[in-house]
């Protein structure tokens, strides 16, 4: 079996990656940067699994397709895809902290870039893989999510999320990405792709400055398990490592 992982060179995306090498799968490694993408698959292949390193910035159509070609042309299928590359649109700053994200004085043009790499780019990304995970017998696409986009989480006066700021790009992003999540499942049940949303959980990246408390290993588990769903496994579905998510 084979999975395509985006933003695989670092993170979350990476533990995956390690992960699913450990479980004997062949990992196409996603980077936009192909010197970052070759070096963490020398370090997945010293460990033993079998890595390959794919260029691909979601943001880019032309490098998406080349990646599909890529893909078609070496392996002719894809089992698994990963929608895991990311951005907060604030650098460093964890969305919770990100002052420049709140609602009333967000700077439009950083919406847009995250909806473009965040949403759009996984919709892009499904549909140019979509034809060659047709031709695996158990496909699963797993769009990497967050608590961070929970509609009823954000909502609740009371809840986890309502000591952090208000954030009008990267919550919003998730939130998408947890409804083409569903679309895409309800279009694709038919076709026996299990289509789901992960929460990594908070978890020490660049992403956020290392301010997570959950090392990349434990956030990468609720990708990989519903990376590694069996023919039973639910799909339309929002989930931690070990509890569904509200939405
Ligand atoms: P990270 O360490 O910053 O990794 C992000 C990855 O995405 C990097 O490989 C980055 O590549 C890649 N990327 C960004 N823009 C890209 C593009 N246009 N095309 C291709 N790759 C691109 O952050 P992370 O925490 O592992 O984040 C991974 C995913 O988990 C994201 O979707 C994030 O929203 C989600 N998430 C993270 C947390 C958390 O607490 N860390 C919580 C919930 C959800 P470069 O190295 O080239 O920049």
Known sequence: MNALITGANKGIGRAVAEQLAGLGMTVLLGARDAGRGSAAVAAIRAGGGDAHAVTLDVTDGASI????????????????????????GSGQISPADAHDQVPSSVDLDM??????????GVIAVTNAMLPLLRR????RIVNVSSAAGSLTMGSDPQGPLSALLASAAYSPSKTAVNALTVQYAHELRK??????AADPGFVATDINNHTGFLTTAQGAAAVVRLATLGPDGPTAGFFSADAAVPW
């Open 136 to 139: 695996s017998p158990a496909p």
């Open 65 to 88: 397709a080349a990646a599909a070609g890529w893909i078609e042309s070496r392996f002719g299928h894809l089992d698994v895809l990963v929608n895991n590359a990311g951005i907060t």
């Open 191 to 196: 076709d026996g792709i299990l289509v789901n």
């Open 111 to 120: 919406v847009r870039s995250v909806f473009e790499t965040n949403v759009f």
